[in-house]
């Protein structure tokens, strides 16, 4: 058992953007297996308060709707509070998740100091599949299978598709998604997260029939190539230089996964993107894409950009990055 001595909680106040919190933790794994397990309890407590709080203001969205103090740009200022707030919550003794869940798993594998049973790794990677089979997928489980050594593939992580317009959320649930599609593709995972954030507002502004959703990530219109299901949704587009509201047929998919296949396939297979597809950087493909005609918009390469290069879209770019980078797997 992990007594107080042995694992004391940091008091310090980290950032939520310093990706530097979980090389150290892998390194302490190598370690003090025992240590690594306290710190990772603590992630683990940071994101159930974070998912506590996201649920909190979801709850009063409702007055936010017509209130001139609200604004996207409020909501992804408040996101990053709420980010840190939550970390910095989680740190000292915190609300207490942190010393049950190490009693919890201490208890049902008994792991101590004094114990020659599975490591720290293959005991919560244990734990994690078990509630997973029990119980259904756990909060936070992506911290938890970082910290032990067991993210070969953040999407194996179960997580629900759905999106209330935060930079993060957005780009966790996707990135493992777009890194496939990417590497398909030949181009980085980012310009294809940034086009999609532009073509449904970061998942919230995601076409829809009612309360049916498309899952069309890149807007892809259902065309006579297209023998799958389709909604028809009223769109934007500009034509000779004028922005015309119009009517339109899109192709609707069975999850966000098979909205990034199609987007391979649809690209591989239409000659105007050879270009595109040849192109040397991400810059490049999407200035080629859209010249080819992927979008109406004149502007559509530089809104894309635009998104590509923003600082919060960078920060968690370089998070989902580091935590591939350092992934474990467990034999």
């Known amino acids: 058992m992990i007594s107080s001595s042995t694992f004391s909680p940091t008091q310090n106040s980290d950032s939520y953007t310093d990706l530097s919190n979980l090389q150290s933790i892998t390194k302490l794994g190598r370690t003090d297996k025992n240590q690594a397990l306290g710190k990772v309890a603590q992630q683990f407590e940071s994101m159930m308060v974070r998912?506590?709080?996201?649920?909190?203001?979801?709850?009063?969205?409702?007055?936010?709707?017509?209130?001139?103090?609200?604004?996207?740009?409020?909501?992804?200022?408040?996101?990053?509070?709420?980010?840190?707030?939550?970390?910095?919550?989680?740190?000292?003794?915190?609300?207490?998740?942190?010393?049950?869940?190490?009693?919890?798993?201490?208890?049902?594998?008994?792991?101590?100091?004094?114990?020659?049973?599975?490591?720290?790794?293959?005991?919560?990677?244990?734990?994690?599949?078990?509630?997973?089979?029990?119980?259904g997928p756990v909060p936070g489980a992506v911290a938890a299978s970082y910290a032990a050594g067991k993210i070969s593939s953040v999407a194996s992580v179960h997580q629900p598709m759905k999106f209330d317009g935060s930079v993060a959320e957005f780009t966790e649930n996707l990135f493992e998604m777009a890194k496939g599609a990417a590497e398909k593709l030949g181009v980085e995972p980012d310009i294809l997260l940034a086009q999609a954030a532009l073509e449904t507002g970061w998942g919230k502004k995601i076409s829809a029939s009612g309360d049916r959703s498309s899952l069309n990530l890149f807007n892809i219109k259902a065309d006579k190539r297209w023998s799958g299901d389709s909604i028809k949704v009223a769109t934007m587009e500009v034509r000779d230089g004028v922005a015309v509201k119009e009517v339109a047929a899109f192709r609707a998919y069975r999850s966000a996964e098979h909205s990034f296949n199609d987007y391979v396939d649809f690209i591989t297979n239409s000659p105007r993107y050879e270009g595109a597809l040849q192109s040397d950087n991400p810059d490049a493909y999407i200035r080629n894409l859209s010249a080819a005609g992927y979008a109406t918009d004149p502007n559509y390469a530089d809104k894309v950009l635009r998104i590509a290069n923003s600082e919060n879209f960078r920060t968690a770019i370089n998070h989902m990055t580091q935590l591939s980078e350092l992934s474990l797997t467990v034999e």
Do not use: H
């Open 51 to 135: 998912m506590m709080m996201k649920s909190m203001r979801d709850a009063n969205s409702v007055f936010a709707e017509g209130n001139f103090l609200s604004s996207d740009e409020g909501d992804t200022y408040q996101g990053m509070f709420d980010d840190q707030l939550a970390l910095s919550l989680s740190q000292g003794r915190g609300m207490g998740v942190a010393e049950t869940m190490i009693r919890q798993l201490q208890s049902r594998f008994g792991t101590s100091q004094n114990t020659v049973a599975q490591p720290v790794e293959k005991t919560v990677s244990s734990y994690l599949n078990t509630r997973n089979t029990e119980t």
